[in-house]
């Protein structure tokens, strides 16, 4: 145990310096957590002060009329424990944020609303503040929509999303909350997100993490919270899919990331990998690209014949009005469109006359 502690110590020293590596906040936030956040907060002290009065009494004057009485002054000190404000500089989590061990993640009272016996098994309440995402249940949950028609009773029983396999969702039934798969999409229904495969290697064995969080909601959260973190400013969404363990003492995790706007793997890979310089628990991350195309949830084409996929997007064939597509003016330029790059890239735009390509917005490395 000490000898794995010293190698984990080297490495943090060899990737962000030594005074970054050295320390954890006074509440044992690590330094290298995401979404931390410098506060002044005021504190009260208990200081002793010395109270000096004086009250004014008349004294016997000696001398040879004895009767006779003089003023005298009386001083008295006396010690008494007042509060004292004084402000202090604190680093904590972020405006919406909570702290989950070593780091810090979105509020959520899932781990409550699932027991809660007065609300639908399928309905959280969410405390997310306003400098968080305002969708902390993502974690849990899955992309779509639950169908109209409710699932048969054959289907498996659920609580959230996260208990059913591959993208179904936990739907209601008469029966109960059961797996279902999502409503396919309209055709007019536009996309918002482009879809990837992301792999997480965790340093800790499944069982173990089944042993402290049976459910795996933290492990979910903390997941989400590094990932998102780490891809801003893009609006990225995170959903858990699944999580088994691998070799000795690994826990690999498979999630679905969607982001707004297309991104090549490589360079999502290259983001991703500073959660692995930052995060000691996480040792590896692999980026795939989604065929879009093999799953009704995640794309609006009429039909699987008429999708064609594209890395990190798709594309409906006979529709040029595609979600990869961005509306071309009459003088060749591009409509403006919002388009966040990640650091280290600037904006480009590359539209194309030709009727069988499709015009985009780029980013390019500056």
Known sequence: ??????????????????????????????????????????QNFQSVEAVHTSRLTYVPCGWWVPWRRCPKTVSRTQYVVVEVPKWRNVTDCCEGYEQLGLYCVPRSCLHVCIVCPELRPTEH???AGPGALNRSEEFASRPGICP??????STSPCTLDADCPGLQKCCPSSGGPRCSAPAPRAPERKLASFWYNVTVLVKMDFTE?????????????????????????????????H???????????????????????????????????????????????????????LNACPGR???????????????????TSSPQKLDGTCEDSPLLCLAGFVRLELCISSAHDVPTKLCAES
């Open 1 to 42: 145990m000490f000898r794995t502690l010293v190698r984990a110590l080297l490495v943090l020293v060899t990737a962000v310096g030594p005074s970054q590596a050295s320390g954890f906040t006074e509440k044992g936030l690590s330094l290298l957590s995401y979404q931390l956040c410098n506060y002044s907060v005021s």
């Open 209 to 241: 993490l089944q042993q402290v969080d049976p459910r795996l909601l933290d492990h979910m959260r903390l997941l989400h919270s590094m990932v998102t973190s780490a891809l801003q400013p893009l609006d990225a969404t995170v959903h858990h899919l």
């Open 148 to 153: 109209v028609v409710r699932p048969e009773a």
């Open 125 to 127: 309440v969410v405390r």
């Open 305 to 323: 014949g008429q999708c064609l996929n594209m890395e990190g997007s798709y594309q409906c064939l006979g529709h040029p009005e595609s979600p």
């Open 243 to 297: 999580s088994a363990g691998g070799d000795t003492s690994i826990t690999v995790s498979q999630l679905l990331l969607g982001l707004p706007q297309p991104e090549p793997v490589a360079r999502i890979s290259a983001v991703l990998d500073g959660v692995v310089k930052r995060v000691y628990e996480v040792i590896g991350i692999r980026v795939q690209d989604v065929d879009e195309c093999s799953y009704d949830e």
